[in-house]
Protein backbone atom coordinates (compact mmCIF):
# COMPACT_ATOMS: atom_id res chain seq x y z
CA UNK A 1 0.00 0.00 0.00
CA UNK A 2 1.44 3.71 -0.63
CA UNK A 3 -0.70 4.70 2.47
CA UNK A 4 0.89 7.88 4.26
CA UNK A 5 1.42 7.18 8.04
CA UNK A 6 2.45 10.21 9.93
CA UNK A 7 4.36 10.57 13.11
CA UNK A 8 4.09 11.16 15.81
CA UNK A 9 0.81 10.39 16.55
CA UNK A 10 -0.31 13.36 18.63
CA UNK A 11 2.41 16.33 19.58
CA UNK A 12 1.57 18.80 22.22
CA UNK A 13 4.05 21.80 22.26
CA UNK A 14 3.68 25.67 23.54
CA UNK A 15 3.04 28.24 21.76
CA UNK A 16 5.59 29.84 20.15
CA UNK A 17 7.56 26.38 19.49
CA UNK A 18 7.75 25.12 15.80
CA UNK A 19 5.90 22.00 15.45
CA UNK A 20 7.26 19.29 13.06
CA UNK A 21 5.43 16.59 11.85
CA UNK A 22 6.61 13.68 9.63
CA UNK A 23 4.91 10.84 6.82
CA UNK A 24 6.62 8.21 5.34
CA UNK A 25 5.03 6.12 2.54
CA UNK A 26 5.79 2.99 1.14
CA UNK A 27 5.69 2.79 -2.89
CA UNK A 28 6.51 5.75 -5.75
CA UNK A 29 4.56 8.50 -5.63
CA UNK A 30 3.83 11.57 -8.05
CA UNK A 31 2.99 14.36 -5.37
CA UNK A 32 2.21 14.69 -1.67
CA UNK A 33 -0.03 16.53 0.22
CA UNK A 34 -0.63 17.99 3.63
CA UNK A 35 -3.98 18.66 5.25
CA UNK A 36 -5.15 20.05 8.34
CA UNK A 37 -8.52 19.29 9.98
CA UNK A 38 -10.12 21.50 12.82
CA UNK A 39 -12.69 19.09 15.13
CA UNK A 40 -15.56 19.02 13.53
CA UNK A 41 -14.78 20.29 10.43
CA UNK A 42 -13.57 18.75 7.03
CA UNK A 43 -10.24 19.01 5.77
CA UNK A 44 -8.28 22.14 4.61
CA UNK A 45 -5.52 21.65 2.35
CA UNK A 46 -2.16 22.81 3.04
CA UNK A 47 0.46 22.83 0.47
CA UNK A 48 1.52 19.92 -2.16
CA UNK A 49 4.85 19.39 -3.54
CA UNK A 50 5.52 17.44 -6.15
CA UNK A 51 8.15 14.17 -6.41
CA UNK A 52 10.85 16.25 -8.51
CA UNK A 53 10.36 18.60 -5.72
CA UNK A 54 12.25 18.92 -2.33
CA UNK A 55 11.22 21.49 -0.61
CA UNK A 56 8.21 24.66 -0.31
CA UNK A 57 7.36 26.98 1.26
CA UNK A 58 3.80 28.87 2.31
CA UNK A 59 3.69 31.66 5.19
CA UNK A 60 5.00 29.51 8.58
CA UNK A 61 4.96 26.08 6.84
CA UNK A 62 7.85 24.49 5.63
CA UNK A 63 7.41 20.93 3.94
CA UNK A 64 10.27 19.01 2.56
CA UNK A 65 10.30 15.55 0.49
CA UNK A 66 13.08 12.88 0.64
CA UNK A 67 11.84 10.47 -1.94
CA UNK A 68 14.79 8.25 -1.43
CA UNK A 69 14.14 7.96 1.78
CA UNK A 70 9.93 8.03 0.97
CA UNK A 71 9.16 10.27 4.16
CA UNK A 72 7.96 13.86 4.17
CA UNK A 73 7.64 16.19 7.13
CA UNK A 74 5.32 19.37 7.77
CA UNK A 75 7.71 22.06 10.14
CA UNK A 76 5.28 24.94 11.33
CA UNK A 77 7.30 27.42 12.33
CA UNK A 78 6.12 30.35 15.55
CA UNK A 79 3.24 28.13 16.80
CA UNK A 80 -0.01 29.46 17.96
CA UNK A 81 -3.28 28.48 19.90
CA UNK A 82 -5.28 28.34 16.60
CA UNK A 83 -2.71 25.73 14.78
CA UNK A 84 -4.21 23.17 16.94
CA UNK A 85 -5.43 20.33 14.84
CA UNK A 86 -5.65 17.25 13.22
CA UNK A 87 -2.84 17.02 10.39
CA UNK A 88 -3.00 14.47 7.48
CA UNK A 89 -0.58 13.79 4.87
CA UNK A 90 -1.88 12.08 1.16
CA UNK A 91 0.30 10.53 -1.15
CA UNK A 92 -0.80 10.69 -4.86
CA UNK A 93 0.54 7.83 -6.72
CA UNK A 94 -1.14 8.80 -10.37
CA UNK A 95 -1.45 11.84 -11.70
CA UNK A 96 -5.53 11.21 -10.78
CA UNK A 97 -6.81 12.34 -7.18
CA UNK A 98 -8.70 9.25 -7.31
CA UNK A 99 -5.48 7.82 -6.05
CA UNK A 100 -5.00 10.06 -3.46
CA UNK A 101 -4.44 8.22 -0.27
CA UNK A 102 -4.72 9.47 3.17
CA UNK A 103 -3.19 8.57 6.51
CA UNK A 104 -4.33 8.16 10.00
CA UNK A 105 -3.36 11.84 11.30
CA UNK A 106 -1.50 13.60 13.36
CA UNK A 107 -3.33 15.36 16.79
CA UNK A 108 -1.23 18.82 17.20
CA UNK A 109 -1.89 20.86 20.44
CA UNK A 110 -0.83 24.14 21.37
CA UNK A 111 -0.68 25.63 24.37
CA UNK A 112 -1.37 28.82 24.99
CA UNK B 1 -17.21 28.92 3.80
CA UNK B 2 -15.40 25.87 1.79
CA UNK B 3 -17.47 26.15 -1.19
CA UNK B 4 -18.43 22.72 -0.48
CA UNK B 5 -21.65 22.41 1.19
CA UNK B 6 -22.69 19.32 2.94
CA UNK B 7 -26.01 18.58 4.36
CA UNK B 8 -27.22 17.29 7.05
CA UNK B 9 -24.36 18.13 9.30
CA UNK B 10 -25.76 15.36 11.75
CA UNK B 11 -27.73 12.53 11.31
CA UNK B 12 -29.44 10.16 13.39
CA UNK B 13 -30.79 6.45 12.16
CA UNK B 14 -32.17 2.99 12.51
CA UNK B 15 -30.91 0.24 10.61
CA UNK B 16 -34.21 -0.12 8.98
CA UNK B 17 -34.65 4.04 7.93
CA UNK B 18 -33.43 5.18 4.08
CA UNK B 19 -32.34 8.27 4.10
CA UNK B 20 -29.72 10.20 1.55
CA UNK B 21 -26.59 12.96 2.59
CA UNK B 22 -26.19 16.35 0.12
CA UNK B 23 -23.08 17.58 -1.38
CA UNK B 24 -23.01 20.74 -3.44
CA UNK B 25 -19.86 22.24 -4.44
CA UNK B 26 -19.81 25.82 -6.31
CA UNK B 27 -16.28 25.80 -7.25
CA UNK B 28 -16.53 24.50 -11.20
CA UNK B 29 -15.01 21.73 -10.04
CA UNK B 30 -15.70 18.26 -12.25
CA UNK B 31 -14.62 15.86 -10.10
CA UNK B 32 -16.57 14.90 -6.55
CA UNK B 33 -15.54 12.53 -4.22
CA UNK B 34 -17.19 10.54 -0.90
CA UNK B 35 -14.85 9.66 1.76
CA UNK B 36 -15.70 7.98 5.22
CA UNK B 37 -13.66 9.03 8.19
CA UNK B 38 -14.09 6.38 11.57
CA UNK B 39 -12.00 7.38 14.90
CA UNK B 40 -8.73 6.06 14.93
CA UNK B 41 -8.31 4.92 11.30
CA UNK B 42 -7.62 6.69 8.16
CA UNK B 43 -9.63 8.39 5.72
CA UNK B 44 -11.40 5.98 3.34
CA UNK B 45 -12.00 6.75 0.14
CA UNK B 46 -15.84 5.16 -1.12
CA UNK B 47 -16.51 7.10 -4.40
CA UNK B 48 -15.02 8.91 -7.19
CA UNK B 49 -17.08 11.29 -9.79
CA UNK B 50 -15.47 12.42 -12.66
CA UNK B 51 -17.17 14.61 -15.27
CA UNK B 52 -20.41 13.11 -13.71
CA UNK B 53 -18.64 9.76 -14.24
CA UNK B 54 -18.38 7.10 -11.70
CA UNK B 55 -14.76 6.19 -11.74
CA UNK B 56 -13.88 4.59 -8.62
CA UNK B 57 -16.23 2.20 -6.21
CA UNK B 58 -13.74 0.73 -3.46
CA UNK B 59 -15.32 -2.37 -2.47
CA UNK B 60 -18.53 -0.62 -0.99
CA UNK B 61 -21.52 -2.54 0.48
CA UNK B 62 -24.69 -1.71 -1.42
CA UNK B 63 -26.45 -0.70 1.07
CA UNK B 64 -24.38 2.96 0.52
CA UNK B 65 -25.23 4.11 -3.38
CA UNK B 66 -23.86 7.39 -4.52
CA UNK B 67 -25.93 9.55 -6.95
CA UNK B 68 -24.20 12.83 -9.47
CA UNK B 69 -26.77 13.77 -10.99
CA UNK B 70 -24.47 17.19 -12.69
CA UNK B 71 -21.17 18.35 -11.69
CA UNK B 72 -21.75 20.14 -9.08
CA UNK B 73 -23.91 17.75 -7.07
CA UNK B 74 -23.35 14.11 -5.41
CA UNK B 75 -25.74 12.43 -3.20
CA UNK B 76 -25.32 9.42 -1.09
CA UNK B 77 -28.36 7.17 -0.57
CA UNK B 78 -28.38 4.88 2.46
CA UNK B 79 -30.45 1.97 3.26
CA UNK B 80 -30.28 -0.61 6.20
CA UNK B 81 -27.09 0.38 7.78
CA UNK B 82 -25.39 -1.16 10.46
CA UNK B 83 -23.79 0.55 13.72
CA UNK B 84 -20.76 0.29 12.60
CA UNK B 85 -21.42 2.60 9.76
CA UNK B 86 -21.62 5.28 11.62
CA UNK B 87 -18.70 8.02 10.94
CA UNK B 88 -18.07 11.00 9.56
CA UNK B 89 -19.00 11.11 5.45
CA UNK B 90 -16.83 14.02 3.91
CA UNK B 91 -17.39 15.17 0.51
CA UNK B 92 -14.95 16.53 -1.45
CA UNK B 93 -14.35 17.82 -5.12
CA UNK B 94 -11.14 19.20 -7.65
CA UNK B 95 -10.75 18.86 -11.23
CA UNK B 96 -9.81 16.17 -12.56
CA UNK B 97 -6.01 17.18 -13.44
CA UNK B 98 -4.65 16.11 -9.70
CA UNK B 99 -5.13 19.56 -8.43
CA UNK B 100 -6.28 19.56 -4.27
CA UNK B 101 -9.25 18.33 -3.17
CA UNK B 102 -11.26 20.76 -1.25
CA UNK B 103 -13.85 19.37 1.13
CA UNK B 104 -17.03 19.91 3.08
CA UNK B 105 -17.32 20.04 7.06
CA UNK B 106 -19.11 16.28 6.38
CA UNK B 107 -22.19 14.60 7.95
CA UNK B 108 -22.09 13.43 11.30
CA UNK B 109 -23.94 9.87 11.01
CA UNK B 110 -24.85 7.42 13.58
CA UNK B 111 -26.56 4.55 12.74
CA UNK B 112 -28.89 3.05 16.20
Known amino acids: SQQGEEDPQALSIQEGENATMNCSYK?????LQWYRQNSGRGLVHLILIRSNEREKHSGRLRVTLDTSKKSSSLLITASRAADTASYFC????????????FGKGITLSVRP | ETGVTQTPRHLVMGMTNKKSLKCEQH?????MYWYKQSAKKPLELMFV???????ENNSVPSRFSPECPNSSHLFLHLHTLQPEDSALYLC???????????FGNGTRLTVT
Open chain 2, 92 to 102: ASSQVDNSPLH
Open chain 2, 49 to 55: YSLEERV
Open chain 1, 90 to 101: ATGRTGANSKLT
Open chain 1, 27 to 31: TSINN
Open chain 2, 27 to 31: LGHNA
